[in-house]
């Protein structure tokens, strides 16, 4: 059995030490390591923990396909992404859920964990089989619409109370179609100087209320995607503070960065739901992430082909890729603006989704005998970013041509190295080229 000396290295930006790895799992240190890694001012963090990636698989493959997200989440320095259902045909059965998840073994780059849908065909009416799902080899505890709200109350009622009996939690896309019908961007200034029909942020606010109430009742777990408004996280403050609710909601890195102004230039590849929001958000929802209000960092990764993004604004689909510059957009909007160190981005982005998922193998300590899955990153390496050169099959970043502050050198995933360097260590990888 092989031991792994990984030298130098500054767990969660603190003093250099080493780090030892054997069978998979940090281990006590030893004087004859077979190997030496040099990881001299590297950070080490554990393994980052995505709680929302769209694979695409099946169905979307010209998009992305569970090899080619994979390694652009390994290359992000992720080793558990959960991918969305909703794909073609649906994750609604556990047929698919067992696909997906076969297909992230085959691959082996990061764990797959598929999310099974609500409703059957997201079509927000009847329940899917969410026990068969639960039950399947996949073992799917979290359940979500993405893409569609379950919009009406006593689906969701229903689904909460399944999801307390499976010991799951049920993600929602907070979204009253109601008040979006035809939307194309925040509904605001920005908008309507460009003709673009709003979309209300009430229909996010007002679903999120609505189902912290619905999650009370029901005594079960709610977890809010990609919450985007300042509105979105005093409710969730306000929740906490008058109801026994188990609720958790993450953010995206877009919309921490971006603003509704990017949608000026009207290129498509801004188009995203919800929609980028204005600037006094973004900054509300960095300091809900900094204390705590919002629990994590979600990529909302959503590869599009190029025909879905190189069109007219109002024909092209929502979604920007996020895999690969998730670290680097928090280390900007997060790090360098002095409301996170560096333990704070090990739980916004590993601890607190492996939490929230139910994971007890990911987001553990930096110590031995845990699950030796780690993210090294360079925290003085920038680099611009370029869609073409990005392991997705799609290209549709929002930050073309931007500077990152930071780099992924090295992913482990349970002591094998997924990236060495800044290259993906074997897997199927079919990407760009
Ligand atoms: O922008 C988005 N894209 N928001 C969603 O909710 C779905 C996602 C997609 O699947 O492309
Ligand atoms: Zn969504």
């Given at each position: 059995m092989s031991?792994?000396?990984i030298?130098?290295?500054?767990?969660?930006?603190e003093?250099?030490?080493?780090?030892?790895?054997?069978?998979?799992v940090?281990?006590e240190?030893?004087d004859?390591?077979?190997?030496?890694?040099?990881a001299?001012?590297l950070?080490?963090?554990p393994?980052?923990?995505?709680?929302?990636?769209?694979?695409?698989?099946?169905?979307g493959?010209?998009?992305?396909?569970?090899?080619?997200?994979?390694?652009?989440a390994?290359?992000?320095?992720?080793?558990?992404?959960f991918?969305m259902?909703?794909?073609?045909?649906v994750?609604?059965?556990?047929?698919?859920?067992?696909?997906?998840?076969?297909?992230?073994?085959?691959?082996?780059l990061?764990?797959v964990?598929?999310?099974?849908?609500v409703?059957?065909?997201?079509?927000?009416?009847?329940?899917?089989?969410?026990g068969m799902?639960a039950?399947?080899p996949?073992?799917?505890?979290?359940?979500?619409?993405?893409?569609?709200c379950?919009?009406?109350?006593l689906?969701?009622?229903?689904?909460?109370?399944?999801?307390?009996?499976?010991d799951?939690?049920?993600?929602?896309?907070?979204?009253?179609?109601?008040?979006?019908v035809?939307?194309?961007?925040?509904?605001?200034?920005?908008a309507?100087?460009l003709?673009?029909?709003?979309?209300?942020?009430?229909?996010e606010?007002?679903i999120?209320?609505?189902?912290?109430m619905?999650?009370?009742?029901a005594?079960?777990?709610?977890?809010?995607c990609?919450?985007?408004t300042?509105?979105?996280a005093?409710?969730?403050?306000?929740?906490?503070?008058?109801?026994?609710?188990r609720?958790?909601?993450?953010?995206?890195?877009?919309h921490?960065?971006?603003?509704?102004t990017?949608?000026q230039?009207?290129?498509p590849v801004?188009?995203?739901?919800?929609?980028?929001r204005?600037?006094?958000?973004t900054?509300?929802?960095?300091r809900?992430?900094?204390?705590?209000?919002v629990d994590?960092?979600?990529?909302?990764h959503?590869p599009?082909?190029v025909?879905?993004?190189?069109c007219?604004?109002s024909?092209?689909r929502?979604g920007?890729?996020?895999?690969?510059?998730?670290?680097?957009?928090?280390?900007?909007?997060?790090?360098a603006?002095?409301?996170?160190?560096?333990?704070g981005?090990a739980?916004?982005?590993s601890e607190?989704p492996?939490r929230?998922?139910?994971?007890?193998d990911q987001?553990?300590?930096?110590?031995p005998g845990?699950p030796a899955?780690l993210?090294?990153v360079?925290?003085d390496?920038?680099?611009?970013v370029?869609?073409?050169e990005?392991?997705?099959?799609a290209?549709?970043?929002?930050?073309?041509?931007?500077e990152?502050?930071v780099?992924?050198v090295h992913?482990m995933?349970r002591?094998?190295?997924?990236v060495?360097?800044?290259?993906?260590?074997?897997g199927?990888?079919?990407?760009h080229?």
């Amino acid at each position: 059995m092989s031991t792994t000396r990984i030298a130098g290295v500054r767990p969660y930006g603190e003093d250099p030490t080493d780090l030892y790895v054997r069978d998979g799992v940090l281990a006590e240190p030893v004087d004859d390591p077979d190997e030496i890694v040099d990881a001299g001012g590297l950070i080490a963090l554990p393994g980052l923990v995505d709680l929302h990636t769209h694979l695409r698989e099946p169905g979307g493959e010209e998009a992305e396909t569970v090899a080619t997200g994979s390694a652009a989440a390994a290359l992000g320095g992720y080793t558990a992404v959960f991918a969305m259902p909703n794909t073609d045909p649906v994750a609604d059965s556990p047929v698919v859920v067992e696909h997906v998840w076969r297909r992230g073994r085959e691959v082996g780059l990061v764990d797959v964990h598929p999310v099974g849908a609500v409703t059957v065909g997201l079509g927000g009416e009847r329940l899917a089989e969410m026990g068969m799902m639960a039950a399947s080899p996949a073992g799917v505890r979290m359940f979500s619409d993405d893409g569609r709200c379950v919009n009406d109350p006593l689906v969701m009622r229903r689904a909460l109370e399944y999801a307390r009996a499976l010991d799951a939690v049920v993600a929602q896309h907070a979204e009253d179609h109601r008040l979006t019908v035809g939307a194309q961007a925040h509904e605001g200034p920005v908008a309507a100087r460009l003709g673009l029909a709003g979309w209300d942020p009430t229909a996010e606010e007002s679903i999120v209320a609505r189902d912290v109430m619905l999650a009370a009742t029901a005594g079960a777990r709610l977890h809010v995607c990609h919450l985007s408004t300042a509105r979105s996280a005093a409710v969730l403050r306000w929740a906490r503070e008058h109801y026994e609710v188990r609720v958790s909601a993450e953010v995206t890195p877009h919309h921490l960065l971006l603003t509704d102004t990017a949608v000026q230039d009207y290129d498509p590849v801004h188009k995203v739901n919800p929609p980028l929001r204005p600037a006094a958000d973004t900054e509300a929802l960095r300091r809900a992430l900094a204390d705590g209000t919002v629990d994590c960092v979600a990529t909302d990764h959503a590869p599009h082909a190029v025909e879905a993004k190189d069109c007219e604004w109002s024909a092209a689909r929502p979604g920007m890729l996020g895999l690969q510059t998730a670290l680097p957009v928090v280390v900007t909007t997060m790090v360098a603006t002095g409301l996170l160190d560096w333990r704070g981005v090990a739980r916004v982005c590993s601890e607190a989704p492996a939490r929230i998922a139910g994971l007890t193998d990911q987001g553990r300590p930096l110590t031995p005998g845990e699950p030796a899955n780690l993210a090294l990153v360079d925290p003085d390496a920038a680099w611009t970013v370029r869609g073409a050169e990005l392991a997705s099959r799609a290209d549709n970043t929002p930050y073309e041509g931007m500077e990152m502050p930071v780099s992924v050198v090295h992913t482990m995933l349970r002591g094998r190295w997924t990236v060495r360097d800044g290259k993906v260590q074997d897997g199927e990888v079919q990407g760009h080229g």
